[in-house]
């Protein structure tokens, strides 16, 4: 029997602000068994694809994504937020709420013949999967797979993926 990955996340109301139901991960990341099924499902989703690097967004994405990197023998990737990387980046920007921020990536660690799954915990209105999914792509590389732990649907983001040609999987739809 899979365990019930829904059961282990936390929902918390009222956070970050009046009215968000937050789902909270950390509750799942500390379960051992919990944590191995979710980084084994996300792999094995998308063993077989040829993919060449996992992509994690900070900061979530890295826990995640960092697993399942080693589950299928391949280099991570981190999308990070601006001015964290040490080497030449690439940044792409999009709209928050109120205002902008930007994710980058090192300018030489893809290229064509990339073959690159995007990971993160969640996926809610999609911005920040959206700009990493075109920042991977302007370095040739191909981005058309990308897994998440949950997927909160109504919201809207999984769809804006699929629209750029990413097949997406969620583990909590
Ligand atoms: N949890 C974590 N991150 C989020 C959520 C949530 O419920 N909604 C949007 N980003």
Redesign the pocket.
């Known amino acids: 029997m899979p365990l019930d990955l829904k059961a282990l996340v936390r ?1 918390i109301p009222d956070y970050p602000k009046a009215g ?6 950390t509750t799942l990341i500390e379960h051992p068994e919990g944590f191995r099924e979710a980084v084994e499902r996300l792999a094995e989703t998308h063993r077989g694809a040829g993919i060449t690097h996992v992509a994690g967004i900070e900061a ?1 994405g890295f826990i995640f994504g960092a697993g399942v990197a080693i589950a299928l023998g391949v280099g991570f990737v981190p999308v990070r937020k601006s001015g964290k990387l040490p080497g030449e980046t690439i940044g792409q920007n999009y709209a928050l709420e109120y205002g902008v921020d930007t994710i980058e990536i090192h300018a030489d660690v893809l290229g064509a013949g990339d073959n690159v799954l995007l990971i993160d ?2 996926i ?2 999609g911005g920040t999967a959206v700009a990493a999914a075109g920042l991977l792509r302007r370095t040739g590389a191909r981005v058309a797979h990308a897994g998440f732990v ?1 997927d ?1 649907f109504d ?1 809207g983001g999984a769809e804006k993926l699929r629209a750029m040609d990413v097949a997406v999987e969620a583990l909590i739809p």
Not at 20 to 25: A, P, S
């Open positions: 929902s968000i139901l937050f789902r909270d991960i979530r915990d969640l809610a209105t949950i909160l919201l």
